[in-house]
């Protein structure tokens, strides 16, 4: 079992930057896949990136791509997105997520575990 808490979400104007932090609680943290997703209202929910369980491998949706960094500290139970230039598209609830030893999916359904969310608004 993995419990996982977002923060860092807010309000920020076009261009600028934000930086999401999504604490786990619960062992073998360094077993899962961590992703992270969002959704826009009346949107279905999509994936923004993710890394995998041995943090050698990162993926991310061509929308974020040269925008956003994923990144993960095992040692504190940690997976970060910094997300910079960023547009009023990204507005959306974003959300962490665990897949126990994944295959780097894209899929939400793939993932065991989700965060309750956190909102980011970008204004234009």
């Known amino acids: 079992q993995v419990q996982l808490v977002e923060s860092g979400g807010g309000l920020v104007q076009a261009g600028g930057s934000l930086k999401l932090s999504c604490a786990a609680s619960?062992?073998?943290?360094?077993?899962?896949?961590m992703g992270w997703f969002r959704q826009a209202p009346g949107k279905e929910r999509e994936f923004v990136a993710a890394?995998?369980?041995?943090?050698?491998?990162?993926y991310y949706d061509d929308s974020v791509k040269g925008r956003f960094t994923i990144s993960r500290d095992n040692a504190k139970n940690t997976v970060n997105l910094q997300m910079n230039s960023l547009k009023p598209e990204d507005t959306a609830v974003y959300y962490c997520?665990?897949?126990?030893?994944?295959?780097?999916?894209?899929?939400?359904?793939?993932?065991?575990?989700w965060g309750q969310g956190i909102q980011v608004t970008v204004s234009s």
């Open positions: 997520a665990a897949d126990w030893l994944g295959q780097g999916s894209s899929y939400y359904r793939e993932y065991d575990y």
């Open positions: 619960g062992r073998a943290f360094s077993t899962y896949d």
């Open positions: 890394i995998r369980w041995s943090g050698g491998n990162r």
